[in-house]
């Protein structure tokens, strides 16, 4: 069965501080991935997607950037954070476009 | 792009009744809603989807219901519980390999035992 890790579950970052989260998916291949930010009692904000190796569509201008290594791994970065980049970031996966997103259980990220 | 908007932010009801939380949409040619509830603190989780040649679907207590024209989609829970209350999202996309979901702000369903 597919299931998706993400790793840290809480992270509490200086500003200016660099940031490197990790998402990676098994039981599946070439799935389309996504990063999310929900801010504190707020909805969720798509950042970036992807639908192949290399391939990373940006939703938001931003000091986050984001890559794709392998196949099933993701990972959200960045050079230097802000206190607004603090939120719960989820990552997503789903095949083909046809089905729901599977999330993972979220990174809870600080900036103090 | 699509615009999905969720209406009421708030909702309390009482155990045992019915709760309709409403979305409406913009880009017509969306053709896949899901329904996530998402408890404190947790992930959201897909409760219900509907695809937009059917127009409701239902598992036990909860159904969506899809009206194209006007482009709104709801959530019907019956027979509330306390473990209901959660925030609840509903979302919008076009299917296909480059597809992305644009949530809702978000509704939080309160059930008072």
């Known amino acids: 069965s597919q299931t998706i890790h993400q790793w840290p579950a809480t992270l509490v970052q200086p500003v200016g501080s660099p940031l490197s989260l990790e998402c990676t998916v098994e039981g599946t291949s070439n799935p389309n991935l996504y990063w999310y930010r929900q801010a504190a009692g707020r909805g969720l904000q798509l950042l970036f997607y992807?639908?192949?190796?290399?391939?990373i569509s940006s939703e938001v201008p931003q000091n986050l950037s984001a890559s794709r290594p392998q196949d099933r791994q993701f990972i959200l970065s960045s050079k230097k954070l802000l206190l607004s980049d603090s939120g719960f970031y989820l990552c997503?996966?789903?095949?083909?476009?046809?089905?729901?997103?599977?999330f993972g259980s979220g990174t809870r990220l600080t900036v103090v | 792009g699509e615009n999905v908007e969720q209406h009421p932010s708030t909702l309390s009801v009482q155990e045992g009744d019915s709760a309709v939380i409403k979305c409406t949409y913009s880009?017509?040619?969306?053709?896949?809603f899901p329904w996530y509830k998402q408890e404190l603190g947790k992930r959201p989780q897909l409760i219900i989807d509907i695809r937009s040649n059917v127009g409701e679907k239902k598992d036990q207590r909860i159904a969506v219901t899809l009206n194209k024209t006007a482009k709104h989609f709801s959530l019907h829970i019956t027979e509330t519980q306390p473990e209901d209350s959660a925030v609840y999202f509903c979302?919008?996309?076009?299917?296909?390999?480059?597809?992305?979901?644009?949530f809702g702000k978000g509704i939080t369903l309160s059930v008072r035992p």
């Open positions: 997503a996966w789903t095949v083909g476009g046809s089905y729901g997103y599977t």
């Open positions: 992807s639908v192949g190796i290399g391939q």
């Open positions: 880009d017509s040619a969306s053709n896949y």
């Open positions: 979302a919008a996309s076009k299917t296909g390999a480059n597809s992305k979901l644009t």
